[in-house]
């Protein structure tokens, strides 16, 4: 049992993070944010319906606004910050990812409020389907909202991605 | 406020007991809303995401039963072998939310929660499942139309856990429908679940979010058992519109933030009828 103000700790990104001094019913995304400097989690609705706060929770895609923080004690959390695994692009100051590089050159982020979590739940969607289908690419992000883009571009680069992936291997 | 992760369910059951004012917290996709909008400022919380009893789901075939824990998440049971035994439930599964709030929603948040838009509702109700709770020293069973009471009022008592489900696999046609303002991401403003028993020469049908809870149209489905041989299902386009009349008498919706009463109605009608004509398929 946690209470108010304990310290508790969550692993994120590979590493132990102690959370302390917190009101104990917290979502996982006000920690990420306010307590651990992690502000690449978005937080807009606040109630599982932009996806703006996608994370990955024990290799699960959830929205980390309907997470509450103490419970994710012994589970492992990937935040976007942490999706740098599969294909590094650029120097080690400036690193980002295949599908962070796709959604640059395609030109799917315009206001990028919604990227982050896009991000998150396109590589997810990566992982477990290498190559999915356009209707299968659409279902996989119909929980992250993007008021900007008309979705078009999302897709180009997402399917940039799925090809970049297929030569490579 | 205290937060209790339980790792099994003797330790979920005695950290109730201990708290019995505390809240259970399965996916978090309701409970978290309320929090993080200050409407609810828990005391207790017993999380139960780690429990593994919850989590698991087995097919008795010779008894022609399932039993689904409450925590198996909805994108378990939108796949097979859901799809194949369950196909109602799978389809109401697949119209939960989004990905995201299908990896952490349940049943048992469903139930636990109890609001006449679940969508996991309509279907338990059409399949006449059986709810299972559990405390420190006793369980019991209680069928799904006892188990809601009420607008989120259900049977269970504050110790209690609500650890599955155990729904019969039917023989026929069933489907869920529902009606939203889009495809994804939607709360239902009207939903349906039709399921056809042909050993039993019955058709159910359950109608979600137009009453205080899940509404069994049992006289429209024993009007329909006098008008032709359900065994046989061949239903004609006068008694499907009909039968979808029938139903929209007896769905109680009322007028509110997602739609109005009156369009509930007529929502049921075509949900109804419809249904009825994909079982002659």
């Excluded at chain 1, 315009?110 to 979590?117: E, H, L, V």
């Excluded at chain 2, 119209?95 to 969508?119: H, K, M």
């Excluded at chain 2, 137009?210 to 489905?221: A, L, Q």
Aim: net charge negative; hydrophobic share 40%; with cysteine.
């Amino acid at each position: 049992m946690t209470t108010d103000h304990q310290m508790y700790t969550l692993n994120i990104n590979g590493a132990e993070r102690p959370v302390k001094d917190s009101w104990i019913g917290e979502s996982l995304l006000y920690v990420l944010r306010e307590r651990l400097d992690l502000p690449g989690s978005k937080g807009a609705c606040e109630q599982g319906e932009c996806g703006s706060c996608t994370v990955l929770l024990d290799g699960d895609a959830v929205c980390s606004c309907l997470v509450m923080a103490a419970t994710a004690v012994d589970s492992t959390i990937t935040t976007v910050e942490g999706l740098l695994a599969d294909t590094v692009i650029g120097d080690t100051a400036r690193v980002i990812s295949d599908v962070q590089a796709a959604f640059v050159t395609e030109g799917a982020v315009q206001c990028g409020f919604c990227t982050p979590g896009l991000i998150v739940a396109v590589h997810h969607l990566l992982e477990h389907n290498p190559s999915p289908s356009d209707i299968e690419v659409k279902e996989a992000i119909s929980g992250n909202i993007c008021r900007c883009t008309g979705y078009g571009r999302i897709f180009a680069a997402v399917n940039a991605v799925i090809e970049t992936r297929k030569k490579s291997k | 406020m205290t937060v209790t992760v339980a790792t099994n369910l003797a330790d979920a059951l005695a950290a109730l007991r201990a708290t019995p004012d505390a809240r259970l917290l399965q996916g978090g996709t309701d409970t978290m809303v309320e929090i993080n909008f200050n409407h609810f400022k828990p005391e207790h919380i017993v999380a139960l995401r780690k429990v593994q009893e919850l989590r698991n789901f087995s097919i008795q075939e010779e008894k022609g039963l399932i039993f689904i824990g409450s925590g198996v998440p909805y994108q378990t049971l939108e796949n097979d072998p859901f799809l194949t035994l369950l196909p109602a439930l799978a389809q109401a599964s697949r119209t939960v939310g989004s990905p995201q709030i299908r990896a952490a929603g349940s049943l048992g948040g469903n139930l636990g929660t109890c609001s006449p838009a679940g969508d996991g509702l309509p279907v338990l109700s059409a399949l006449d499942a059986t709810v299972h709770l559990q405390s420190v020293d006793a369980s019991r069973d209680v069928l799904i139309h006892d188990f809601m009471v009420g607008v989120k009022k259900n049977a269970r008592k504050p110790d209690e856990i609500i650890t599955g489900v155990t729904v019969p696999i039917l023989r026929g046609f069933q489907g869920y429908s529902k009606v939203g303002v889009r495809n994804a991401m939607v709360i239902s403003v009207a939903s349906a679940c039709l399921a056809v028993d042909t050993s039993r020469s019955q058709i159910r049908l359950a109608l979600g979010a137009v009453g205080p809870t899940i509404i069994r149209c049992r006289e429209s489905e024993q009007w329909l058992a006098t008008q032709v041989d359900i065994a046989n299902s061949n239903f004609s386009n006068e008694i499907a519109k009909e039968f979808g009349r029938r139903a929209a008498l007896e769905a109680r919706p009322i007028d509110d933030h997602r739609s109005t009463a009156e369009y509930r109605k007529h929502a049921i009608s075509v949900l109804a009828e419809r249904l009825l004509l994909k079982a002659n398929s």
